[in-house]
């Protein structure tokens, strides 16, 4: 009987270590699977003028990146706020049309010069801040000081064997602003893999595209105006596409 309660105290403990041990493993096990499967955090970056900003970039395409495996996306118009973001951010997505703080714009800076991606949409692709050169330089690699009339246009895939294009229709229309986007003088060069066709002359604009840069991957997409683009699949598939060549190492 004394010997019986002896072993079974050992027992006990010795049960206790084994569900010590055990535990401490399955949390070092899930400590790991975390960090191997780390999930990507994007910030996208909206507001200002002449959209609406919340129905289409903080909502539509806010859930479309959040429906994504391994991926969780916050949105903030209050561009103050986007240096103390950035420092546990994997994606940078900007499509505002109002101006960047000094601040903000030295931790965008020094986000890019450490190989973090950029994806610009819509009104982040035009010239718009006079105090901010290197943006359109580095970032944008030119940019668009005018659009055409909000109308449906053709878009073409020229390139169709790049991540982005694929799925993407080989031509697809719906209305928005053809930004007259062109690669600047001075800058890396842009690769362009969308072209939008002109109703009001023979010129083509790279509507989608990726820009040259020495350490970070950079794409541009100039649609978006309203529901007619973030409602699209051929645009919906286009952003997801971006987003995941982006953050692909
Ligand atoms: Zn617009």
């Known amino acids: ?103 903000s714009q030295q931790a965008i800076e020094k986000f890019v010069s450490k190989g973090k991606p950029l994806v610009l949409l819509h009104a982040a692709l035009w010239y718009n801040w006079e105090d901010w050169p290197l943006y ?5 690699g030119g940019g668009s000081s005018s659009h055409e009339d909000f109308q449906e246009f053709k878009n073409r895939v020229v390139n169709s064997g790049h991540p982005i294009t694929e799925g993407v229709s080989p031509q697809f229309s719906f209305k928005d602003e053809l ?6 003088p001075d800058s890396e060069g ?11 002359t023979d010129e083509v604009y790279p509507v989608v595209f990726t820009v040259k840069h020495p350490k970070s991957k950079i794409v541009g997409i100039t649609l978006g105006h309203d529901e007619n683009s973030h409602l699209d699949a051929d645009y919906k598939k286009l952003v997801v596409n971006a987003v995941k060549w982006t953050l692909n190492k």
């Open 1 to 103: 009987m004394k010997t019986y309660k002896r072993s079974g105290k050992f027992f006990i403990i010795g049960l206790l270590f084994s569900l010590i041990g055990f535990s401490l493993n399955s949390m070092a096990t899930e400590v790991s699977s975390v960090a191997n499967n780390k999930v990507k955090r994007i910030l996208i970056v909206g507001g200002g003028s002449s959209h609406d900003y919340d129905k289409w970039y903080k909502e539509a395409d806010l859930n479309l990146l959040n429906a994504l495996e391994g991926m969780s996306a916050i949105y903030t118009d209050n561009t103050d706020s986007i240096q103390h973001y950035l420092k546990n951010v994997d994606l940078l997505v900007l499509s505002n049309n109002q101006p960047i703080p000094k601040a």
């Open 136 to 140: 359109n330089r580095l970032f944008v």
């Open 179 to 184: 930004y007259r986007y062109a690669p600047g």
């Open 190 to 200: 842009v690769e362009v893999l969308v072209i939008g066709e002109s109703l009001e």
